[in-house]
């Protein structure tokens, strides 16, 4: 939003033979990002950032959505190129219970993408994941992309919640602190 809008668009022009993406979740931002573009006379993918239970960024499956998407897909300066889901919320260490939590907050997503082809527009990709679920997506044929989260990160709390995602973690960092 604000500035970083041009900042987007410049990046996209300074690397043309890259494909970039924005996520929105409501209409001002799209908007915005659509004026912007405009100005520019330039074109760009949107993904909608589908809220899939986390309540942090996104916005919940439903007709308010299904507008924001249409609306997407009606503008001529914005693509609309599908679904970003990131379930952060999922983190269970059981990989069955994970796995099943993972698949009830994609089914929501998945009937939306079907609504919204039924009304003749295309959801070309769905990207899903975070750090625990990405192998979960990764074996979802639903799936185009995953986000594997911060897994290049990965630490012991990981290594010890999920025994499931064989990573070592990124790096050991020993140190002291001390006050003067």
């Known amino acids: 939003v604000g500035p970083d809008i041009h ?8 690397f043309e033979t890259t494909e970039v993406i924005c996520i929105v979740d409501n209409r001002a931002t799209l908007r915005e990002i659509a004026g912007v573009l405009s100005e520019n006379q330039q ?3 949107l993904m909608v950032d589908v809220d899939c239970g986390m309540n942090r960024t996104g ?3 439903g ?6 998407y249409q609306e997407i897909d009606a503008n001529p300066w914005t693509l609309a190129a599908g679904f970003h889901v990131y379930d952060g919320h999922l983190h269970q260490p059981d990989i069955e219970t994970r796995r099943k939590a993972c698949q009830e907050a994609l089914a929501p997503v998945l009937n939306l993408k079907s609504k919204i082809e039924e009304k003749g527009l295309s959801v070309p990709s769905i990207v899903a994941g975070g750090s625990p679920t990405f192998a979960i997506h990764a074996a979802n044929t639903a799936v185009d992309e995953c986000s594997p989260g911060t ?7 990981y290594l010890d919640h999920f025994p499931d995602l064989p990573f070592q973690p990124a790096a050991y960092v020993m140190t002291r602190v001390i006050s003067r």
């Open 151 to 157: 897994t290049v990160l990965w630490d012991t709390g």
């Open 59 to 61: 916005i919940r499956p």
């Open 43 to 45: 074109r760009l993918g």
């Open 63 to 68: 007709d308010e959505l299904i507008e924001l």
């Open 7 to 14: 900042r987007l668009t410049q990046l996209a022009r300074e």
